[in-house]
């Protein structure tokens, strides 16, 4: 069945440390997107790559890099410039890029907490 | 700025009727989706409309009007499976989704 991967599903972290989430689709999907989302809290675009090679800063990208080396693959990495990281962060990835009524399909989502 | 609001969480009974709503202010619209999101794991695509109107989807249904910037998400004979969250979420005029907080629905038996 076609999807996304996320990993690790729970994830802890030493203040300081950098973490990597890894997100991979098999949809042959060509955007790809990182959101974080925090109670109370609608979801917020951390970076978006509609293309291989090619990525953009969404609403919060501070704190955080991600490549796009190939197609399925999204790495986001979470430095330790990022002051709150504890949250839940969900990847996703629509056919296209951002414009029309794509609809986004998810991962199941990574919960990082810093201890 | 833009705002999206939705309830925080709402109760309702097995096999009843529950209308979610969603107000929204934005820079332009360009469409309006429901995602359903179950504890932990990841949102799922409920319903799109772009169109002022009634969308119906089984017993799902969302509705539309964007001279109020108003819809709600009806669910009808409510089961236990359907406690989630559910959110809202707006194209703006840039392309941009600006999402909600999410409606915490609680189905008691």
């Known amino acids: 069945d076609g999807g996304i991967t996320q990993s690790p599903k729970y994830l802890f972290r030493k203040e300081g440390q950098n973490v990597t989430l890894s997100c991979e689709q098999n949809?042959?999907?060509?955007?790809m997107y990182w959101y974080r989302q925090d109670p109370g809290q609608g979801l917020r675009l951390i970076y978006y790559?509609?293309?291989?090679?090619?990525?953009q800063k969404g609403d919060i990208a501070e704190g955080y890099s991600v490549s796009r080396e190939k197609k399925e693959s999204f790495p986001l990495t979470v430095t330790s410039a990022q002051k709150n990281p504890t949250a839940f962060y969900l990847c996703?990835?629509?056919?296209?890029?951002?414009?029309?009524?794509?609809?986004?399909?998810f991962g199941a989502g990574s919960r990082l907490t810093v201890l | 700025g833009q705002n999206i609001d939705q309830p925080t969480e709402m109760t309702a009974t097995e096999g009843a009727i529950v209308q979610i709503n969603c107000t929204y202010q934005?820079?332009?619209?360009?469409?309006l989706f429901w995602y359903q999101q179950h504890a932990g794991e990841a949102p799922t695509f409920l319903s799109y409309?772009?169109l002022d109107g009634l969308e119906e989807k089984g017993r799902f249904s969302s509705f539309l009007s964007r001279s109020k910037g108003y819809s709600y998400l009806l669910l009808k004979e409510l089961q236990m499976k359907d406690s989630a969250s559910y959110l809202c979420?707006?194209?703006?005029?840039?392309?941009?989704?600006?999402w909600g907080a999410g409606t915490k629905l609680i189905i008691k038996p």
């Open positions: 996703a990835s629509t056919l296209r890029g951002t414009s029309g009524a794509n609809v986004l399909t």
């Open positions: 949809l042959n999907h060509d955007a």
């Open positions: 790559s509609q293309i291989v090679n090619d990525f």
């Open positions: 934005t820079s332009g619209f360009n469409g």
């Open positions: 409309n772009v």
């Open positions: 979420a707006v194209i703006d005029s840039n392309y941009q989704l600006i």
